[in-house]
């Protein structure tokens, strides 16, 4: 063993290297550990939108942890082009959510209120408003137009992070963590050529946590949420102007005309296949929201595996029982959004800070 490192960041999703790259800034000694290559897994597979309003259903600290990140935005976009010279593609042209039930248009009218009354933006749409926004879409009970949310292209945020943890941190791909061990003095980071000793370690490894979460005296509750995803061009020279969203899916248009339609949700699946089902489920969304894109071209489909732990919220923070060890997991359907404000929380616990209580709400 040699270098005893300052933090040591299992997995290196956005949320492990932005938290590496965060840490490394504060002058510390920083080893990223990920076993295959940087941003492989749900963080470049994601749709990449930033809904602070359109995901959340109670006002509380989570959609203030979701508002507060999406503000922070602009300016990491900002720091990550000068850093990497990656431009993450940053659009902030909100997401339109369309009732398709006169009973969810209702829902969406309580939506818009409690958000208003908590900094929220949404405003609800009558029928009418909407086909004059996007005349493509078919026959709806009105929505609501959330114009502060926004999106970027996940796969871009994965690789400039990654980049942005390179230049300022010792990252090391293809390095697979097997095991922890933690004692009051130190931990030690177990893999296949080598034992790596930290002060401290952040356990960021998205949906593959529970594998040490005995280690770190945690209950393994995280699930895996698959979800599948394919990309379509819409024929002629149509472009979708903002992201649309319906009950089940989504529709995110990005900079190169293409658009994003996800997203199935299948609980407890590791597997990383498209199916029939899968692909036909969003295939009969695009028919059912935009029933002219019958020509449009299939371009292509994937599929990522979403962090879930059963609060259906992150835990962020050290562990209650011994501060050297972090976690930043179970970011489920909104890690893109809350990387900004989760490398924040993690840099403000190892410099001993005080936290504001809404982030308190979220550890350990
Ligand atoms: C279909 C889909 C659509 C989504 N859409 C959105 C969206 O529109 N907006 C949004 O905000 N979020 C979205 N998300 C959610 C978002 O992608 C995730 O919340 C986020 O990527 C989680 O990031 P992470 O870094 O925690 O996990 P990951 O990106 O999964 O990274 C974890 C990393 O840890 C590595 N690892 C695992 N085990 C080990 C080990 N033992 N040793 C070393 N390394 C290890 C893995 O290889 C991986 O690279 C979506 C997700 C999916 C699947």
Not at 17 to 41: C, D, F, N, Y
Not at 62 to 78: I, N, V
Not at 297 to 304: A, D, P, R, Y
Request: proline fraction near 4%; charge should be neutral; glycine fraction near 8%.
């Amino acid at each position: 063993m040699k270098t005893i490192y300052d933090v040591i960041v299992i997995g290196g999703g956005v949320i492990g290297s932005t938290i590496a790259w965060h840490l490394a800034k504060t002058k510390r000694k920083v080893l990223l550990l990920e076993r295959g290559r940087l941003g492989q897994e749900a963080s470049s597979a994601a749709a990449g939108m930033l809904g602070a309003e359109l995901e959340m259903n109670e006002p509380g600290p989570f959609f203030q942890l979701c508002l507060e990140s999406r503000s922070m935005y602009p300016t990491f976009a900002q720091e990550l082009l000068e850093v990497t010279g990656i431009d993450i593609e940053l659009t902030q042209n909100g997401i339109l959510r369309l009732a398709q039930t006169e009973a969810t248009a209702s829902s969406l009218q309580k939506t818009v209120a409690w958000q208003k009354a908590h900094g929220g933006s949404a405003t609800f749409l009558p029928a009418e408003y909407i086909k004059e926004l996007e005349p493509t879409i078919g026959n709806t009970y009105g929505g609501i137009w959330i114009a502060n949310d926004g999106n970027v292209n996940a796969a871009l945020v994965a690789r400039a992070v990654g980049k942005a943890a390179s230049l300022t941190a010792d990252v090391l791909e293809g390095t697979e963590v097997y095991d922890i061990t933690l004692t009051n003095d130190d931990v030690t980071v177990h893999t296949a050529l080598q034992h790596y000793r930290a002060k401290q370690i952040v356990l960021a490894n998205g949906a593959f946590a529970n594998r040490f979460l005995s280690a770190l005296h945690m209950q393994p509750t995280l699930t895996s949420v698959k979800g599948q995803l394919l990309r379509i061009l819409p024929h002629g020279s149509y472009q979708l102007t903002r992201t649309i969203s319906s009950a089940h899916h989504y529709f995110v248009p990005k900079r190169d005309g293409s658009i994003i339609v996800g997203a199935t949700e299948e609980y407890n699946s590791f597997s990383h296949t498209n199916t029939v089902s899968g692909l036909a489920q969003l295939l009969g969304a695009v028919q059912d929201v935009f029933p002219d894109f019958g020509e449009a071209t299939f371009l292509s489909s994937w599929t990522g595996l979403r962090p879930l732990l059963p609060t259906r919220k992150p835990l962020i923070g050290a562990i209650a029982t011994n501060p050297r060890a972090l976690v930043a997991i179970g970011h489920f359907r909104n890690g893109i959004l809350l990387s900004p404000v989760t490398a924040t929380i993690i840099t403000s616990f190892i410099e001993q800070q005080e936290q504001p209580t809404h982030h308190l709400a979220f550890q350990p």
